[in-house]
Every structure is written in structure tokens, then in C-alpha cells.
């Protein structure tokens, strides 16, 4: 299999209820990306994974918790969630986050998973 | 705080028609400017990076500028076949952090 892959691709959750979404990339790439797609907002970025490090978190509350267990896998925990948080959940990797040659910061998405509260 | 915005929102030409996709961002200093395309219910697809010492960049039917001085870039798309139909998605990344800052799209549609 490759590119980048997300599970499940579509989930509905109670407010109460916890679950979490993982990503997988086959691309041998060192970044991972979660996004945020509103039905009325532009896409938002979430949070991004360096090295399996977070490198940056756009003030995304707590309910949202990101996980990296190593360069190839991103799982999102969530739990106690509002009905607010429905959207489409992307993930993405590129080689770095930083370019160090051409196409090194170019992003590749996996197809979402669409999250109902 | 940097903003993009993308206009128009929804576009329907018939086939065979060049079209023009503009994106503008306010915060000037910025890395690069990629063009995405998304699919209804399915991920993002890069189709051109320009860095920020670039005009333009060009992969088969496309075509992106990037006019940084002024916030603005275009897409143009040559000779528009149906298969295009799709949400066209531009993007900067700033010079300061990792992130990219999204516009809310353009929504287009091409006509057999």
C-alpha cells in the first residue's frame, strides 16, 4: 500500500464517547500533518510532527490530543467532544518541514476521515 | 495574522475554455505558495509549489504566478476538460514556523 492512509474514514461519536484516528504514510517521510476541514471555514492546520516531535499546535483544545509514535504513523485522540468538532479530519506528510531541496516541503493528504458529534 | 482569501468561490465554464483561479494573501513575507486540488469527499492534491523567489511555476494544463509584492497569485488553466471539475485550494507558508494558511477555496466546474 502506499501514499498516505487514514482510518476509519467516516465516524460518529457521542459527546461522551472516546476514539482516536490514526494515519499511516508510506512515503518514507520525516512530517506529519492534522488538518481540520470545516463545512464553512477554511482548512486550519491542527498540529505537526517533526521527527515524531510536535513542532507546532494552533491553539487546538485539549479534547484534541495528537500522538507520535514514530515517523510513519499519527494517531488523533479524542474525547469529550462538541458538536462543533464535526468536520473532515485530514492527514498529511511531506519529507520535512523544512526544504532542503526541491519538492522536500511538497504535502501529500490521506482522504480524511469525516467526523460526526 | 496572515489571510488568504480566494475569489471567486464557484466557477462553471463549459469545456474547452482557459480559466483564471486568484488567490490573495495580506502578509507579504511570505516562503511559498502551493496550489491544491481536493476532490468531493477526498483528500488534497499538491499540483504546483512556488517559492517565494519564483514568478511562476508551470505542470502541463497549469500555470501559477505569484506576485508577492502585491498578495497575489493566479492559476491558469488551459483548455479545460471536465475531468477538472474540482475545489481548487491555495496556500502560503510564512517565513516564521511550519504552518500553512489556507484559502476557502474555489469551486469549479467544467461542462461536457
Known amino acids: 500500500e502506499t501514499g498516505v492512509t487514514q482510518t476509519p474514514r467516516h465516524l460518529v461519536m457521542g459527546m461522551t464517547n472516546k476514539k482516536s484516528l490514526k494515519c499511516e504514510q508510506h512515503l518514507g517521510h520525516n512530517a506529519m500533518y492534522w488538518y481540520k476541514q470545516s463545512a464553512k471555514k477554511p482548512l486550519e492546520l491542527m498540529f505537526v510532527?517533526?521527527?515524531?516531535?510536535?513542532?507546532e499546535n494552533n491553539s487546538v483544545p485539549s479534547r484534541f490530543s495528537p500522538e507520535c509514535p514514530n515517523s510513519s504513523h499519527l494517531f488523533l485522540h479524542l474525547h469529550t467532544l462538541q458538536p462543533e468538532d464535526s468536520a473532515l479530519y485530514l492527514c498529511?506528510?511531506?519529507?520535512?518541514?523544512?526544504?532542503?531541496?526541491?519538492?522536500?516541503?511538497?504535502?501529500?493528504f490521506g482522504p480524511g476521515t469525516r467526523l460526526l458529534v | 495574522k496572515q489571510e488568504v482569501t480566494q475569489i471567486p468561490a464557484a466557477l462553471s465554464v463549459p469545456e474547452g475554455e482557459n480559466l483564471v483561479l486568484n488567490c490573495s494573501f495580506t502578509?507579504?513575507?511570505?516562503?511559498?505558495l502551493q496550489w491544491f486540488r481536493q476532490d468531493p469527499g477526498k483528500g488534497l492534491t499538491s499540483l504546483l509549489l512556488i517559492q517565494s523567489s519564483q514568478r511562476e511555476q508551470t505542470s502541463g494544463r497549469l500555470n501559477a504566478s505569484l506576485d508577492k509584492s502585491s498578495g497575489r497569485s493566479t492559476l491558469y488553466i488551459a483548455a479545460s476538460q471536465p475531468g477538472d471539475s474540482a475545489t481548487y485550494l491555495c496556500a502560503v507558508k510564512g517565513r516564521a514556523g511550519n504552518m500553512l494558511t489556507f484559502g476557502g477555496g474555489t469551486r469549479l466546474m467544467v461542462k461536457p
Open positions: 510532527y517533526n521527527f515524531k516531535e510536535q513542532t
Open positions: 498529511a506528510s511531506s519529507q520535512s518541514v523544512i526544504a532542503g531541496g526541491p519538492g522536500q516541503e511538497t504535502q501529500y
Open positions: 502578509d507579504s513575507a511570505i516562503y511559498n
